[in-house]
């Protein structure tokens, strides 16, 4: 069993960048595939980014390319997720999520994990 922890969230300016992280206990997450996903209110949760057990592999949903970067530190057990130019749209739920499997994966039904997510506010 894999417990993964978000922190990082908060009330941010438009414009501004937030680096959430995402710790895991219980075991270490080396061999898995991670991801973030997001869930803003009154919406799907959506995919918006993973990475391979390496981190040498990312993708990213289309529309989010170019502002979030996904990266991870096997040493520590820790997965981040780097937000730049922060919209007010970007106001979300943020949750990592854990594969069984050690490759990229983008639907939700491929990740067993999942943290209890860090709320993204983005206002003036």
């Known amino acids: 069993q894999v417990h993964l922890v978000e922190s990082g969230g908060g009330l941010v300016q438009p414009g501004g960048s937030l680096r959430l992280s995402c710790t895991a206990s219980?075991?270490?997450?080396?061999?898995?595939?991670l991801g973030w996903f997001r869930q803003a209110p009154g919406k799907e949760q959506e995919f918006v980014a993973a990475?391979?057990?390496?981190?040498?592999?990312?993708r990213y949903a289309d529309s989010l390319k170019g502002r979030f970067t996904i990266s991870r530190d096997n040493t520590k057990n820790t997965l981040y997720l780097q937000i730049n130019s922060l919209k007010p749209e970007d106001t979300a739920v943020y949750y990592c999520?854990?594969?069984?499997?050690?490759?990229?994966?983008?639907?939700?039904?491929?990740?067993?994990?999942w943290g209890q997510g860090t709320q993204v506010t983005v206002s003036s």
């Open positions: 999520a854990a594969s069984r499997s050690m490759f990229v994966q983008l639907g939700k039904a491929d990740y067993q994990y």
């Open positions: 219980g075991r270490t997450f080396g061999k898995n595939g």
């Open positions: 990475t391979d057990w390496t981190g040498l592999i990312t």
